[in-house]
């Protein structure tokens, strides 16, 4: 099994920065992270940055410039560094990973996002 763990979270002025964190456990070494979602009341989840198992990444157009997805396959840990955020970013924020070889899909708990002066 799997677990999906999110931090970093929490309150910020526009303009400020936070970096998120998302550890895997479990049987982690059968999984890959694809990317980082988020959602606020009221909206469908959306994608905002995804990793490709070469590394690549990809990003909504309206996080592009200011997020930064990463990830420490040694540590099994997925980042996302968030600049400049704005009032629009604030969202409850989702790590995806998928298992190698199932496809089976694990998400983590979510951690919430406010951006508020």
């Known amino acids: 099994q799997v677990q999906l763990v999110e931090s970093g979270g929490g309150l910020v002025q526009p303009g400020g920065s936070l970096r998120l964190s998302c550890i895997a456990s479990?049987?982690?070494?059968?999984?890959?992270?694809t990317g980082w979602y988020r959602q606020s009341p009221g909206r469908q989840r959306e994608l905002v940055a995804g990793?490709?198992?070469?590394?690549?990444?990809n990003y909504a157009d309206s996080v592009k410039g200011r997020f930064t997805v990463s990830r420490d396959n040694p540590k099994n840990t997925m980042y996302l560094q968030m600049n400049s955020l704005r009032p629009e970013d604030t969202a409850v924020y989702y790590c995806?990973?998928?298992?190698?070889?199932?496809?089976?899909?694990?998400w983590g708990q979510g951690t919430q996002v406010t951006v508020s002066s």
């Open positions: 995806k990973a998928v298992a190698r070889l199932s496809a089976i899909e694990y």
């Open positions: 990793i490709t198992n070469g590394g690549s990444a």
């Open positions: 479990g049987t982690a070494f059968n999984i890959r992270f």
